[in-house]
């Protein structure tokens, strides 16, 4: 049988933050509906990464579980290594560990900036490079990167997130060319908003990076901030709908480049990076982010120095 051909229930599964949001609906999804599949669930939080494994496991699952910090290359071979000492490969990599650092890119401190990159797109990088030549030896395999709409649109207070995932988009466009030859196939999945812990801990990032956001120039914009999640939920999608996307693209003969996990996601793109002016698009984003708050802020503010 080709390996096109496997039922993805006979295939092993590695999915990175696994323990919350998409990651544990994937898990969760892909033990209801293929029953005796292999799952290896790798996020930090082991406690959260047993519940999840033991819901996987009573729907039909075999599980292993990895403590794993994306952060930490070394953690992340360690996780490969140990996939394949106990399945004896990896059919399928969900690159799905990551968090948004939100913030004006001139007050993110350079640790935080080198973290977000580390677990956003060096981490993922390297459990590629560790699972490429075990697929390759198996006679194929898929890589999923989970993306943004965020990796194609960048918006004020999000540039160190959409810069990592744009990297992530890019990487995942040369591996699909370079990896074909070896049936590996890789797509980028991009959702919108989501209902996840995604704004709790963007939110934190945010406490733990800037000392005192009131103080700044962009304290309008931070005040607006804490709103976001309001505004985005009428529009986001539950984690279990976006997993349904990444199961998909895991049972397409076929699979696409990209597949968008949001409402009307593609007629968003299309519109923003083909069809409307750059300077529309850009004030779109800095009213939605409170970045013409910060203009009148500043205005007044210098007005008043005078």
């Known amino acids: ?32 509906q293929f029953q005796g599949i292999r ?9 959260k990464l047993a519940h999840v ?7 039909g699952a075999e599980v292993m579980i990895v403590p794993t910090d994306m952060s930490q290359i070394e953690e992340v071979e360690a996780l490969a290594r140990a996939a394949v000492l106990r399945f004896g490969g990896v059919d399928i990599l969900v690159n799905n560990a990551g968090y948004g ?10 640790a935080a900036t080198r973290r977000q990159f580390e677990v956003n797109l060096l981490g993922p990088l390297a459990l590629i490079r560790a699972l490429i030549p075990v697929m390759r ?25 959409s810069s990592s995932k744009f990297a992530l988009e890019g990487l995942s466009d040369a591996l699909r060319m370079e990896l074909e030859p070896f049936n590996i196939k890789v797509s980028v999945i991009e959702p919108g908003p989501v209902t996840t812990e995604f704004f709790d801990v963007a939110g934190q990032g945010v406490t733990e990076t800037v000392a005192d956001p009131e103080n700044t120039p962009y304290r309008a914009a931070f005040r607006k901030l804490e709103k976001l999640q309001e505004q985005t939920s009428s529009r986001a999608w539950t984690a279990e709908r976006v997993a349904q996307v990444i199961v998909r693209s895991l049972t397409d003969d076929n699979p696409r480049p990209r597949y968008t996990a949001a409402t009307a996601g593609d007629f968003l793109l299309f519109m923003m990076t083909k069809v409307l002016p750059t300077k529309f698009v850009d004030r779109f984003w800095q009213k939605f982010y409170g970045i013409d708050l910060v203009a009148e802020d500043w205005k007044k503010s210098t007005t008043s120095q005078k």
């Open 53 to 59: 494994a033991n819901y996987c496991s009573k729907a």
């Open 101 to 110: 650092q939100m913030g004006p890119i001139e007050l993110i401190p350079a």
């Open 137 to 161: 030896d198996r006679g194929g395999g898929r890589i999923v990167n989970i993306s943004s709409l965020g990796g194609k649109l960048a918006f004020p207070f999000g540039g160190l997130y």
């Open 39 to 47: 799952l290896v669930l790798a996020a930090r939080n082991q406690e």
């Open 1 to 32: 049988m080709s390996k096109n051909h496997i039922p993805l229930s006979q295939q092993v599964v590695l999915i990175t933050g696994a323990s919350a949001g998409i990651g544990a609906a994937l898990a969760q999804v892909l033990a209801q």
